[in-house]
Structures are given as structure tokens and as C-alpha cells.
């Protein structure tokens, strides 16, 4: 029902060519990953994701538990037939949840930084509105307030409720703000929590990734690879911050995926804008996700092979040319820098409508193209 196969190694880095099999269909690898948070890219349906050339979507296990609820989605099916997606599907394990909602709404910071910054999270600490102990974590509701628990056992229930075709073990993402012996406590934390998740696990249809933490510590990185690669899962997820700059992504990732079992798939969580592509690709990820190209494109932003292009200003009003010139997607096909920039300084959701399109086109075309680079033995 799920394997992954090696087709090529690039001779030039640790790049690598794969088929990931599912239930759901195949995956070409190195590819990217768009999110669908809720079961759907943001202003797209999923018919229109998989014509701009998605191949595998993420969902957010917290935010589905939340609503509709893992019940309501297995009651209809399970989620491929709930959201009408007949390709393959993965669903995170809210462990990104335990920091955004807590260490990071607390400190204003997401899990890449800038800049360098102080340390400041020390061992023991605890964010203002989640509670994290050895047998799970305790949230508060956004919707309501109520109280929210979620274990390893209990993520793993919700997932296979849900039935993606690749889940995650849950896992605490530490915060960058993080010192060592927090980041230390937390990983082996993790550590304990993955031995839960793969005991957790009754599906034989699903398959489930172990996630790798340790922050910006390299010695941490690799403790972490090793004991989450001797355990019985079936791909791997790499998680949390990497340091301040794409040099220090391609050293730590690098230095994980030298110790993970090479036959196995690795997926490089929350990490995909363009820049991060190819530095991903040549430390041996074969699978990544973002949430870049539905992001910006509703506030305006479109990327293209030129770089980002901020379609909000006046500059473009009255600009003949499409959003990239050396786009194949239909919006560049058919629209107007001027007419998609009207949209946007006319607040019509329609303009962020097209701007997604056109972006998660662009994402997924690059990925296409560093896989020709690796097939030809150019990177």
C-alpha cells in the first residue's frame, strides 16, 4: 500500500529521484507540498489545485479536529472523499500547534528568525496558553475557550479518524527562542512521545513519520536522527528551526538526513519558499510543504522567475504584460498585471483568487524543473 523508491542519486549532492506509492496514487519526488489547512488551498477548489500540478496536499490535524471534527469527516468517508481529493494526502500531528500557540504567540516570533536573538526559553519554562507535560498538551480552544487535549495517543486517533495516506507523530515544535537544555528536555520528550505514537498505531492503511527535532544544534539534530531512525516508522519529518540563513538549513539538513535510514522518504516541514528549493532538494529532502504561495498571494504577493512581485502597487496599473512572462499557468495565460493588480487595490477576492493560482502553479513548476536539473545531473 506505501513504499518509496529510489530511481536516481544526483553524484553532485545527496539529491535523490523517488516514487512515493500511497493508497492515493503516486508521488514524483523531490516535491513540493501546498497546505491545505482545512482540506482546501485557500480561495482554490481542490479540482483547480490539482490542474496547477499538486501532487500530495498537508492538512492540519489541529485545526480539523477543531472543526468539522475527526468524527464528522470519518462519518462521510474519511477525508479524500470529504474534500473530493483522489490523490494523496498529509495530515501534520498539531505538534506545530504546540508552538505557534504557545511559545510563539507569547513572544511574537515564528520558528525561522530573522535575526539572531537571545536564548531567552529556559528549561522548565512553560507558555502562557498551552500546558505541556510528559503525557500531552493542553490547549484552549480559539474558537471558544474550551479546553483542548492532545497526546500521542490522541493525535494518532484523530489521524487515522481523518485517514490520510501519511501521518506524523506528534511532537513538541521548540520554539527558536529555545536555550540548549530546554531544546534537550523537549527533544527527548519527542523522543518518548514517537516510541507512544508508533504503539498508538492500528491503521495498516496509513503510513506514519517520525519527526526529527533539535533546533539549530547540530549535536542535538544528530541524537535526535538516530534514535527517531532505529524506530518502526515508515518516512521521516524534519521539524523546527535550522538557523538564521539558507547555508545553515542545507548544513542541518544535511546533517539529519546522513543519518536516517536512506531507503526511507524525508519530508522537511514548514520549509518551501523558492529560495529554499534547491538547498532543500540537495540536502536530501524528498518532500516539503509551506504555506508561501496562498500566503502572499492574498496580500498581493506573486513570485516569479524574476523574484516577488508586489502586485498591490500602482506601478503595474496599467502594465499589458502577465504576472511572469515565463509563466505557463492559465492566469498568466490569459490576465493582465493591470487587471489582476485592479482586483487586488479593488479588494476583490478575486485577485487573490488568481495570484494563488498562479503561485502554487510557480511553486510546483519549480519543483519540476530541479527534477529534470537532478534526472540530467545538474544539481
Same mark, same amino acid.
Given at each position: 500500500?506505501?513504499?518509496?523508491?529510489? /530511481?536516481?542519486?544526483?553524484?553532485? +549532492?545527496?539529491?535523490?529521484?523517488?516514487?512515493?506509492?500511497?493508497?492515493?496514487?503516486?508521488?514524483?519526488?523531490?516535491?513540493?507540498?501546498?497546505?491545505?489547512?482545512?482540506?482546501? $488551498?485557500?480561495?482554490?477548489?481542490?479540482?483547480?489545485?490539482? *490542474? $496547477?500540478?499538486?501532487? $500530495?496536499?498537508?492538512?492540519?490535524?489541529?485545526?480539523?479536529?477543531?472543526? @468539522?471534527? *475527526?468524527?464528522?469527516?470519518?462519518?462521510?468517508?474519511?477525508?479524500?472523499? !470529504?474534500?473530493?481529493?483522489?490523490?494523496?494526502?498529509?495530515?501534520?500531528?498539531?505538534?506545530?500547534?504546540? !508552538?505557534?500557540?504557545?511559545?510563539?504567540?507569547?513572544?511574537?516570533?515564528?520558528?525561522?528568525?530573522?535575526?539572531?536573538?537571545?536564548?531567552?526559553?529556559?528549561? #522548565?519554562?512553560?507558555?502562557?496558553?498551552?500546558?505541556?507535560?510528559? *503525557?500531552?498538551?493542553?490547549?484552549? +480552544?480559539?474558537? #471558544?475557550?474550551? *479546553?483542548?487535549?492532545?497526546?500521542?495517543?490522541?493525535?494518532?486517533?484523530?489521524?487515522?479518524?481523518?485517514?490520510?495516506?501519511?501521518?506524523?507523530?506528534?511532537?513538541?515544535?521548540?520554539?527558536?527562542?529555545?536555550?540548549?537544555?530546554?531544546?534537550?528536555?523537549?527533544?527527548?520528550?519527542?523522543?518518548?512521545?514517537?516510541?507512544?505514537?508508533?504503539?498508538?498505531?492500528?491503521?495498516?492503511?496509513?503510513?506514519?513519520?517520525?519527526?526529527?527535532?533539535?533546533?539549530?544544534?547540530?549535536?542535538?539534530?544528530?541524537?535526535?536522527?538516530?534514535?527517531?531512525?532505529?524506530? #518502526?516508522?515508515? =518516512?521521516?519529518?524534519?521539524?523546527?528551526? !535550522?538557523?538564521?540563513?539558507?547555508?545553515?538549513?542545507?548544513?542541518?539538513?544535511?546533517?539529519?538526513?546522513?543519518?536516517?535510514?536512506?531507503?526511507?522518504?524525508?519530508?522537511?516541514?514548514?520549509?518551501?519558499?523558492?529560495?529554499?528549493?534547491?538547498?532543500?532538494?540537495?540536502?536530501?529532502?524528498? /518532500?516539503?510543504?509551506?504555506?508561501?504561495?496562498?500566503?502572499?498571494?492574498?496580500?498581493?504577493?506573486?513570485?516569479?522567475?524574476?523574484?516577488?512581485? #508586489?502586485?498591490?502597487? @500602482?506601478? &503595474?496599473?496599467?502594465?499589458?504584460?502577465?504576472?511572469?512572462?515565463?509563466?505557463?499557468?492559465?492566469?498568466?495565460?490569459?490576465?493582465?498585471?493591470?487587471?489582476?493588480? &485592479?482586483?487586488?487595490?479593488?479588494?476583490?477576492?478575486?485577485? =487573490?483568487?488568481?495570484?494563488?493560482? &498562479?503561485?502554487? !502553479?510557480?511553486?510546483?513548476?519549480?519543483?519540476?524543473? $530541479?527534477?529534470?536539473?537532478?534526472?540530467? =545531473?545538474?544539481?
Amino acid at each position: 500500500m506505501f513504499s518509496f523508491k529510489i /530511481t536516481k542519486r544526483s553524484k553532485r +549532492s545527496r539529491a535523490r529521484l523517488g516514487i512515493l506509492k500511497t493508497p492515493h496514487g503516486e508521488v514524483e519526488t523531490p516535491a513540493f507540498v501546498p497546505v491545505a489547512t482545512r482540506g482546501a $488551498l485557500r480561495t482554490l477548489d481542490n479540482e483547480e489545485a490539482a *490542474e $496547477l500540478g499538486s501532487q $500530495l496536499l498537508i492538512a492540519n490535524t489541529y485545526h480539523l479536529h477543531l472543526a @468539522p471534527g *475527526e468524527k464528522v469527516i470519518k462519518k462521510l468517508g474519511g477525508l479524500h472523499k !470529504f474534500m473530493r481529493w483522489d490523490r494523496p494526502i498529509m495530515t501534520d500531528s498539531g505538534g506545530f500547534q504546540v !508552538f505557534s500557540l504557545g511559545f510563539g504567540r507569547d513572544h511574537g516570533v515564528g520558528k525561522v528568525l530573522q535575526e539572531e536573538r537571545e536564548k531567552s526559553i529556559k528549561e #522548565d519554562a512553560q507558555p502562557v496558553s498551552v500546558r505541556i507535560s510528559e *503525557e500531552g498538551v493542553r490547549f484552549r +480552544s480559539p474558537i #471558544d475557550g474550551t *479546553e483542548l487535549y492532545l497526546s500521542p495517543e490522541e493525535s494518532i486517533r484523530i489521524q487515522e479518524d481523518i485517514g490520510a495516506d501519511i501521518m506524523f507523530a506528534f511532537d513538541e515544535c521548540p520554539s527558536p527562542l529555545a536555550n540548549e537544555e530546554y531544546m534537550r528536555a523537549s527533544v527527548e520528550r519527542t523522543h518518548r512521545w514517537a516510541q507512544r505514537c508508533v504503539d498508538a498505531k492500528r491503521s495498516k492503511k496509513q503510513a506514519l513519520y517520525g519527526i526529527v527535532q533539535g533546533g539549530a544544534y547540530k549535536e542535538l539534530r544528530i541524537q535526535s536522527a538516530q534514535v527517531i531512525g532505529n524506530m #518502526d516508522f515508515e =518516512g521521516f519529518g524534519i521539524g523546527g528551526e !535550522f538557523g538564521y540563513d539558507k547555508p545553515s538549513l542545507a548544513r542541518m539538513v544535511s546533517a539529519v538526513t546522513d543519518h536516517l535510514p536512506e531507503h526511507k522518504p524525508r519530508h522537511l516541514l514548514g520549509i518551501g519558499h523558492p529560495e529554499d528549493f534547491a538547498y532543500s532538494m540537495k540536502s536530501g529532502a524528498d /518532500t516539503f510543504d509551506c504555506i508561501a504561495p496562498t500566503h502572499y498571494a492574498r496580500r498581493g504577493i506573486a513570485f516569479t522567475s524574476k523574484g516577488r512581485v #508586489d502586485l498591490r502597487k @500602482p506601478s &503595474h496599473r496599467a502594465s499589458a504584460e502577465p504576472i511572469d512572462p515565463a509563466c505557463k499557468c492559465p492566469v498568466c495565460k490569459t490576465y493582465s498585471r493591470a487587471f489582476v493588480s &485592479h482586483l487586488m487595490r479593488a479588494h476583490d477576492n478575486t485577485g =487573490g483568487k488568481l495570484a494563488t493560482m &498562479h503561485n502554487v !502553479f510557480f511553486f510546483n513548476a519549480l519543483a519540476a524543473s $530541479l527534477r529534470k536539473k537532478i534526472r540530467s =545531473g545538474d544539481l
